[in-house]
């Protein structure tokens, strides 16, 4: 089976990478929890790692995963076969307005072409909460760099499109939301937003 950039990361042999990831999900599993759910969407959900951890959990009653990516889907059927996530497109999500308590978009809008768009589309979607998360910057490059990733790019990732620091996130977040939590687990920032 082909796996993909983001299942590897997850898979990593690297000790302090996985003590990060954890420290990274828990801290949105425990933002998710404040909010108590009944539906929850996670816009981007790769392999269902964070869809499963929120099931574990007790979050939600009606939980939906959307990924573009046949080969991230292809791994959360096989690994995950009790989740429930679809092909989807994060700029026309095949949702009604306000279908969900709690829409989670983490990892996902640092590769986009065009984040605005899909902003307003899980504003759209989304009938009250949202939680994402996004690299740190320049903390997540500079991590990168110091364990010796994409040394040549001093630390950047290719597939990075778009680089915030905590404080352009939350502004460009609150466009759309009003964010009433933001945590920083290294090198990462999570917001948690209020639909307006």
């Given amino acids: ?77 096989k690994e995950r076969p009790e989740l429930s996530v679809h092909k989807g497109d994060l700029y026309k999500l095949p949702f009604k307005d306000n279908s969900f308590d709690l829409v989670l978009c983490c990892e996902v809008f640092q590769h986009l072409k065009d984040p605005k768009k899909a902003l307003k589309e899980l504003h759209r979607v989304a009938k009250q909460y949202v939680i994402f998360s996004v690299p740190n910057e320049p903390l997540f490059k500079t991590a990168n760099f110091m364990r010796g990733k994409h040394v040549l790019s001093l630390g950047d990732d290719a597939s990075h499109l778009n680089h915030w620091s905590g404080d352009s996130f939350e502004e460009f977040v609150s466009k759309y939301f009003t964010v009433f939590t933001r945590k920083q687990p290294f090198p990462w920032t999570i917001l948690v937003g209020e639909k307006r």
């Fill in 1 to 77: 089976m082909t796996l993909t950039a983001n299942y590897r990361k997850y898979h990593s042999g690297n000790p302090l990478q996985r003590r990060f990831l954890e420290r990274l999900l828990t801290q949105i599993v425990r933002q998710a929890r404040i909010i108590h759910p009944k539906s929850v969407l996670d816009a981007g959900c790769g392999e269902g790692f964070l869809l499963e951890r929120l099931q574990h959990a007790g979050i939600g009653v009606k939980n939906i995963g959307v990924d573009h990516s046949d080969t991230a889907l292809a791994i959360a059927h």
